[in-house]
């Protein structure tokens, strides 16, 4: 009887489940959504129950008939959410999310007072608004007898790992996303712990993704009627669960996504920051590190065009407007929800620049398309500034199904753009991991070239290349000259 392997994503409006053999074949997928709140403008919450029910729900649903042969579980995750626990290991407060806006103050605080380089020195990283540091000195200074009762600090995925296994624990790549994590060496920052008030000891043991925490409770055994057996995986950040699931695992190895936001996935076997810390310095669940780009509005962007403003549902019909590539006229910066990579720039601004009386709605959408790509270029360039050779990447993600955006992505980048068999994203990244823990795959190198599959390639044209290459010199040029104009 064959072994199956589970994946678990905790996103941020639903967890997604998949269960997969040892062959890596996809044996079933489900889904469970669960809400987000928003107590107050620019705030972002979640109940970590909510988490815990949807997932049991959910694995419910996916283990019928295979309940005998689960042999090990691991996750991907939201990363930066703070989770903390009293001393009866209770939630004490709703977390709070990734993509909350609350710790300004806090992020000033850290890189302005304390410094950027300080920060960075013990980190790798600068704060931002979304790492976990920042939300502890929010709570600190806010909630402060919620702050005092606080025992166990732990990542959304972890909480969840932990209420599987009964073990508080994470991993070295979703740690890397705290700003409390000293991720060249592999270890907690006692200045950062300091700097935040807390101890080390508040803080989970760090694995690395692919190894074993510990096994399933038997209470949660008995109640899925599975195996008392099964292993609990360390799992991954989102990020970098999804590049096990894409195969972007080794030096150099590059992966693209283009969802609701954007982010440029580079692997590498070596640790390094960049001067203007533009780029994430984090760890890899292969074992090393690899830096990555967020930039907080992609297919937004085209979503934002079509619906809002257009009021138009058939992109293809859109798309069909488009001229000519490479000869577009119109910029688009794609900041509407201010930048992260490579400005960290909150206030950021999206505008249209060069517009005509003969500029139609089809130029605009190319636009949209090129000024994405030439977002994502900026995190490349500042990789490629690190001594990274990237030769192509892998592209995932709902943006990803437009052949004009990959092509566009090509040529704008010089890469070649590859897609994929199957793209299931942190969830398969999760059941990898699963597998690598359990010892059917020696690595998590050799799980990757196991069960990912490229379906197609875009490649670079080479006069098309050099339009582009000389529209992003222009595209380089306008933010900095729009900079100081807020609304």
Known sequence: MEKGFIGIDLGTSAVKLLLMDETGKILRIVSREYPIRFPKPGWSEQSPEDWFHAAMAGLRELIRGYEETIAGISFGGQMHGLVVLDEKDRVIRPAILWNDGRTGKECEYLN??????????????????????PKLLWMKENEPDLFARIRKIMLPKDYLAYRLSGVHATDASDASGMLLYDVKNRKWSEKMCELCGI???????????????GTILPEIADVLGVPKTVKIIAGAGDNAAAAVGTGTVRNGD???????????????????????NALHSFAHATGRYHLMGCMLSAASCNKWWMSDILKENDMQKVQKEIGELGKNQIFFLPYLMGERSPHNDPDARAAFVGMRMDSTRGDMLQ??????????????????????????????GGGAKSPLWRRIIANVMNLKVE????????????????????????DVEAAS???????????????LVQLYEERYQTFRKIYPALKGIRS
């Open 112 to 133: 302005e007072t304390i410094g950027k380089n300080v920060i960075s020195e013990e980190t790798g990283n600068i704060a931002f608004a979304g790492f976990t540091a």
């Open 199 to 213: 101890s080390t000891e508040q803080l989970a043991r760090v694995y690395e993704s692919y190894e074993v925490i």
């Open 254 to 276: 590059c992966n693209l996504s283009l969802g609701t936001s954007g982010t440029i996935f580079i692997a590498s076997d070596s640790f390094s920051v960049d001067p203007a």
């Open 367 to 396: 636009a949209i398309f090129e000024g994405v790509a030439f977002g994502l270029r900026d995190s490349l360039e500042i990789a490629r500034a690190e001594g990274l050779e990237v030769q192509k990447t892998r592209i995932c």
């Open 419 to 442: 897609t994929l068999v199957s793209e299931e994203g942190p969830a398969m990244g999760g059941a990898l991991l699963a597998a690598v823990g359990c010892g059917v795959f020696p």
């Open 449 to 463: 070239d196991a069960v990912v599959k490229i379906a197609g390639t875009e490649e670079p044209e080479t006069g």
